[in-house]
């Protein structure tokens, strides 16, 4: 099996995000678009992912 099954299902999922409608959180979108609320460490109001490549700057300097 080559690349043909991949694709397949790649050209499936671009198909169905470009003609499906999804619901748009526009609240959401305006608070990101508008910098909304920052925390402490200025990265914005969600904290749930962390950089995994932030202790690495510590080793480049």
Do not use: C, I, W
């Not at 397949?8 to 608070?31: C, G, I, M, N, P």
């Not at 990101?32 to 914005?44: A, D, H, M, V, Y």
């Amino acid at each position: 099996m080559g690349r043909g099954r991949a694709k397949a299902k790649q050209t499936k999922v671009a198909r169905e995000l470009k003609y499906s409608s999804h619901e748009t959180d526009f609240a959401a979108l305006q608070r990101e678009l508008s910098g909304g609320e920052t925390s402490p460490n200025g990265r914005g109001g969600d904290d749930s992912h962390d950089d995994p490549y932030d202790d690495y700057d510590d080793y480049r300097r």
